[in-house]
């Protein structure tokens, strides 16, 4: 006697792709730009289709039952691997999903041994199952974004263990055969009937784990779009304070703060417009992508104005950094429809060394950059181990830097955040 009803099971796994076809057809129906809405919808409606042609299925062969329905049951998980690649942005292997399912189709079909055979024929699709199983936690696991979701993990575990489950009926039908048809009712072995329920848990746990990563990844979404300057990309204000509080506080003697502004943006913005401007400053923001070292913190703070911090940099990598910024932008020239287009940057550095909390570096890198503005803009000014700021980098003269220097005395630099007019 069964210890489990194996149909009732099936019917159960049934009714739960079909919910979850459903209720990934009506979240694709409201995102139509998220693809894999769609491929996930058509898997478990296609998985669906295939159990209800396996529950038809009698003693002996017949193509509808046995070689159609495997084939949509194995058809369904290639396509949730599909749906993976969709979501993680990765061009879509159409003929890789469809190998498993024509394969079934043409050796069932052709092959009178495998279809009078029925454990011959549990051996080739457990063999598919795992494939593409196989496939679906390794997408996870070669991914990068996935792993920035944790939900990710449920779904290769559940993927995982339902192939290698799969793998291992292999050698369960040839020690423990199955006894006639596995739908009519007739009793089976425990294991048939343990592989059985673990499938209605496989599209149980497998549709609310995708559903858990498609809410993380909206969540995440949000957080980033609340992180991020619309414009260019790079992270906003709020976003870099806080990251710039947490390096403070982990490494409070080490790396520099970059201040950055584009000189002279308002006349930019008068004579061409506002689009151009803008194409300014998203120019810019690749610029200063490029030029800062992979773990530097970059960010618009507002307007025309920048920041960007250097967690590992000396003095001399700072100055070096904020040069080249400043000679790519120099020399950046940018066409728009009223001529050719060139800008320049002004830069003031502090150091970690010399600032104890957020609101001093920033404050000193200001007073920095306002002695930059003063002295004629286009150039790096950083400040000194007295707190000074003075000349580092840039087109001023020497001459000029040394009369600079003097009219601006250390008070007046270090409650900077006033700018040059027009600047």
Request: glycine share 6%; net charge neutral.
């Amino acid at each position: 006697m069964d210890i489990l009803h194996t149909p009732t099971i099936m019917l159960s796994s049934f009714v739960t792709l079909v919910i979850f076809a459903a209720f990934f057809g009506f979240a694709w129906r409201q995102e139509r730009k998220s693809l894999e809405l769609l491929l996930w919808s058509l898997a478990f409606a296609i998985g669906a289709v295939g159990f209800v042609l396996l529950t038809l299925r009698g003693d002996g062969y017949n193509f509808i039952t046995i070689s159609l329905g495997n084939a949509l049951a194995v058809l369904g998980l290639a396509m949730i691997w599909l749906g993976l690649r969709a979501f993680d942005n990765q061009p879509l292997k159409i003929a890789s999903a469809l190998v498993g399912p024509l394969l079934w189709i043409v050796v069932t079909y052709s092959s009178d041994y495998v279809r009078e055979s029925v454990t011959s024929r549990i051996v080739l699709y457990s063999i598919l199952i795992f494939a593409y199983s196989a496939l679906i936690a390794h997408e996870i696991f070669r991914s990068e974004n996935f792993r920035k979701l944790p939900s990710s993990y449920i779904v290769a575990f559940v993927f995982a263990t339902h192939g290698l489950l799969y793998l291992a009926r292999i050698p369960l039908i040839l020690i423990w055969p199955l006894a006639g048809n596995t739908a009519a009712g007739t009793s089976q072995p425990l294991w048939y009937q343990l592989l059985t329920f673990e499938l209605f848990f496989h599209s149980l746990a497998g549709g609310f784990a995708f559903f858990a990563m498609v809410k993380e990844r909206t969540q995440q979404r949000y957080k980033l779009a609340s992180e991020t300057d619309a414009l260019t990309g790079v992270p906003n204000r709020r976003s870099f304070l806080a990251q710039l509080e947490t390096h403070l506080a982990t490494q409070p003697a080490k790396g520099a703060l970059l201040y950055l502004d584009i000189d002279h943006f308002k006349v930019i913005n008068d004579r061409y417009g506002h689009a151009v401007g803008d194409q300014v400053l998203v120019e810019f923001a690749g610029i200063l992508s490029k030029a800062v070292p992979r773990d530097a913190l970059i960010a618009r703070m507002g307007g025309e104005e920048f920041a960007a911090c250097l967690p590992q940099a000396d003095r001399a990598d700072a100055i070096a950094i904020a040069d080249s910024i400043r000679t790519a932008l120099e020399a950046r020239r940018l066409s728009t429809t009223k001529g050719v287009l060139s800008a320049t940057v002004s830069i003031g550095i502090a150091f970690a060394d010399r600032q104890k909390d957020v609101h001093a570096i920033i404050s000193a890198a200001d007073a920095a950059l306002y002695a930059a503005k003063a002295a004629g803009r286009n150039s790096v000014w950083s400040e000194d181990p007295s707190g000074v700021p003075q000349f580092a980098a840039g087109s001023i003269a020497p001459a000029e830097t040394a009369a600079t220097l003097l009219s601006l005395s250390p008070a007046r630099s270090s409650a900077a955040t006033r700018r040059p007019t027009g600047s």
